[in-house]
């Protein structure tokens, strides 16, 4: 089946460690995107890319970094210098395929 | 500069109600895009509806219709018929181009309360 897959769903680490989010996708898309996600709050661009070995960053991008070395990945690094990164974070490639997300509490 | 406003946090209703959610939009361009998603509480995000600035017609699936006025920047979503399945975070988004980035509204959370 087609679709997005992001691993690991619950992620846990210890603050000042940089932790790096999988995501894949097998629809043979060209954009992916990363957004993070806070209770109460929608969905905030943090990366995204339209092409292989380009990205963009969106509006919230300090803290993170981002790698499109192939066009089925787009890894996501969270730095130790990200203030807050305990959230929810979602990956998509267009408008209407997002992956299961993973949730990110940092200790 | 694009803003997606959802000015209702919360919302309660008994199973069976009609109930509408609201969304109102900003953009300066004259081509955009809107969207209406669901998150239950798994946390996936499910796409609902897409639909372009040049079409004004409503649309309706189902128990789920949109209201879509431009006059006054508005794109509601109204689920008839509510059922507890129903209950999730509705988010209204927007964007300018295919492809381009999605602004998000902030949610309303739906409680069909059976």
């Known amino acids: 089946d087609g679709g997005i897959t992001q691993s690991p769903k619950y992620l846990f680490r210890k603050e000042g460690q940089n932790v790096t989010l999988s995501c894949e996708q097998n629809?043979?898309?060209?954009?992916m995107y990363w957004y993070r996600q806070d209770p109460g709050q929608g969905l905030r661009l943090i990366y995204y890319s339209q092409i292989v070995n380009d990205f963009q960053k969106g509006d919230i991008a300090e803290g993170y970094s981002v790698s499109r070395e192939k066009k089925e990945s787009f890894p996501l690094t969270v730095t130790s210098a990200q203030k807050n990164p305990t959230a929810f974070y979602l990956c998509?490639?267009?408008?209407?395929?997002f992956g299961p997300g993973t949730r990110l509490t940092v200790l | 500069a694009q803003k997606v406003t959802q000015a209702q946090t919360e919302i309660s209703v008994v199973e069976k109600e009609d109930v509408t959610l609201d969304c109102v939009y900003e953009t300066r361009d004259t081509t955009y895009y809107l969207f209406w998603y669901k998150q239950p509480p798994s946390g996936e995000l499910v796409f609902l509806i897409r639909?372009?600035?040049?079409?004004?017609q409503n649309e309706i699936s189902g128990r789920y219709s949109w209201n879509f006025q431009k006059s006054t920047s508005s794109f509601n979503f109204t689920i008839t018929a509510s059922q507890v399945v129903d209950s999730a975070v509705y988010f209204c988004?927007?964007?300018?181009?295919?492809?381009?980035?999605?602004?998000f509204g902030k949610g309303t959370r739906l409680h069909i309360l059976p």
């Open positions: 639909r372009n600035s040049f079409d004004e």
């Open positions: 998509a490639t267009n408008e209407q395929f």
């Open positions: 988004a927007l964007s300018e181009a295919p492809d381009d980035k999605i602004i």
């Open positions: 629809l043979n898309h060209d954009a």
